[in-house]
């Protein structure tokens, strides 16, 4: 029986990458667009387990620019694309979110499994209403590990209160998917709402309506 439905957050709740942040993060920084769609990622691991900040990450993105400037100003401009960066993730799937809140009213559980930097969080994670409102966030930064390492969906399945074939998570990378089957996750590549339905509903054909799921849920 299907009793929780989770969803990755980049490109899944919100909408598509703003991808032209890299040009606005050429202008403030004097480096090519192309640079910033390679050096951006080198550390995101660190950025997103909470072991860096953003502007630390920048920090050595520009060092890695060869960016020679006062330690003022290197701060400032950091401080400049890290919110550059999270401001390109911030426009919201309100379908998405509909649906969601529609499935949790249903009583199913509803949970996130994001790779989610603290920046992000304090800067803007007040505007995303699943944040408040899922039942089981589990964000990297807070957990201290990212998808796909195994730990982070067995710290899912754990709050959750969830057996892995109770459980259909969405997200838009197949690696982060396939990790998560390996975790008996029932689990698809997300690439679009209406098609996320055609597998939700696709998971619960011929199981039993979850119940009322309040002694599922946890804070």
């Not at 709740?13 to 991808?19: A, G, K, L, N, R």
């Not at 630390?56 to 100003?73: F, N, P, Q």
């Not at 800067?123 to 964000?139: C, I, N, Q, R, Y």
């Amino acid at each position: 029986m299907i009793k929780a439905l989770v969803l990755d957050f980049g490109n899944v709740i919100s909408e598509p990458h703003d991808d032209t942040v890299y040009g606005r993060m050429a202008e403030r920084s004097g480096l090519p667009p192309d640079f910033f769609q390679t050096a951006c990622w080198k550390y995101r691991d660190e950025f997103d387990g909470g072991k860096i900040s953003g502007k630390e990450m920048y920090r050595r993105v520009l060092a890695d620019g060869k960016v020679s400037l006062s330690e003022t100003e290197l701060d400032r401009i950091a401080g400049e694309l890290i919110t550059e960066d999270i401001g390109s993730w911030t426009r919201i799937n309100q379908g998405v979110t509909d649906w969601a809140l529609d499935l949790q009213r249903q009583g199913y559980v509803l949970g996130i499994l994001s790779n989610m930097p603290q920046d992000f969080l304090d800067m803007a994670g007040h505007a995303v209403e699943l944040f408040s409102k899922a039942d089981v966030p589990v964000f990297s930064c807070h957990v201290g590990t990212i998808k796909p390492r195994p730990e982070i969906y067995r710290i899912l399945l754990d709050r959750l209160g969830c057996e892995g074939p109770e459980v259909v998570f969405f997200d838009d990378l197949e690696a982060n998917v396939a990790a998560a089957r390996d975790q008996g996750i029932l689990s698809y590549v997300f690439a679009g709402l209406e098609g996320a339905k055609r597998d939700w509903a696709a998971a619960v054909a011929g199981s039993e309506p979850a119940p009322a799921a309040e002694s599922l849920r946890r804070a």
